[in-house]
């Protein structure tokens, strides 16, 4: 086990895009770091790699997030080799638009398992693991204000997500954790290009009054700030980031 005092954060989804830029940036601000992933175990090595080249300590667990053993077993090798965790970040997820009508089951099952039962998953494991006066961080988007056609079972499982964590925030109560949510505008990463066109992502780009799609590292540093002890009258809320978006 890790000997010295530095503080361990779990980012789920840390493998690339998001989380990826996450991890690095809470490394950054001292901590431990798990790197978790689901499938891709280069691009998540990648990432510990480039923290460990840097002084950084960190390492990388697969865990699907949408399965209680995977979640319990990603905190059993967290605590393990770096100790009990202080941050959670929940920001593994999963996109694809499609109309309601024509969304097969087994796409709203994937987007429901992974986005609120990973969630769950992750939340409930927390309100046991997660050392006093520790942070989490949720994963919501700004596509739930929009209310875009097409979106309709992906801004479902972030409302869950919404909900869960102003609810967790109060149940916490006594242990100093705080629980809050971040809900980003499109954000250049694979989830976002993915399956769209040229002109629907010049589209995007042009929406906020900032004419820019965003970049992993402007969530990075609002996560950063959301764990960091300036925002430590921040509880239960969520915090659209989107350049002015909605
Ligand atoms: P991304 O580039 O597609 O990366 C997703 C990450 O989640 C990968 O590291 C992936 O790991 C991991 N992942 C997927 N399924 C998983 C599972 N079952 N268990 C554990 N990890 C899993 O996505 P992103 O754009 O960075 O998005 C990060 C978060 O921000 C998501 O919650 C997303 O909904 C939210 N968000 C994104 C945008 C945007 O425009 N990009 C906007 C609003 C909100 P593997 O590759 O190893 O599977």
């Known amino acids: 086990m890790n000997q010295d005092t530095r503080p361990v954060a779990i980012v789920t989804g840390a493998s690339r895009g998001i989380g990826a830029a996450i991890a690095q940036r809470l490394a950054e601000d ?76 087994e796409l709203f099952e994937n987007t429901f398992g992974i986005n609120v039962q990973g969630t769950f998953n992750t939340l409930r494991e927390a309100a046991r693991r997660l050392n006093d006066g520790g942070r989490i961080v949720n994963f919501s988007t700004t596509v739930l204000a929009m209310k875009l056609p097409g979106y309709a079972i992906y801004s479902a499982s972030k409302a869950a997500v919404e909900a869960m964590g102003a609810i967790f925030a109060k149940e916490l109560r006594g242990r100093r954790i705080r629980v809050n949510t971040v809900a980003p505008g ?61």
């Open 30 to 105: 001292g901590y431990h770091i798990v790197v978790n992933y689901a499938s891709n175990e280069a691009e998540a090595q990648r990432v510990v790699a480039t923290l460990h080249a840097v002084g950084h300590g960190a390492i990388a667990v697969r865990a699907d997030v949408s399965k209680p053993d995977d979640v319990r077993a990603l905190f059993d090798a967290a605590e393990r080799e770096l100790g009990r965790v202080d941050v959670l970040v929940n920001n593994a997820g999963v996109l694809k638009t499609m109309p309601l009508a024509e969304t097969s089951d």
């Open 186 to 246: 499109p954000v250049a990463t694979e989830l976002f290009f993915s399956g769209k066109t040229q002109e629907q992502i010049a589209g995007f780009a042009k929406m906020p009054p900032l004419e820019r799609l965003g970049e992993p590292g402007d969530i990075a540093r609002i996560v950063s700030f959301l764990v960091s002890e300036e925002s430590g009258w921040v509880n239960g809320q969520v915090l659209r980031a989107n350049g002015g978006t909605a």
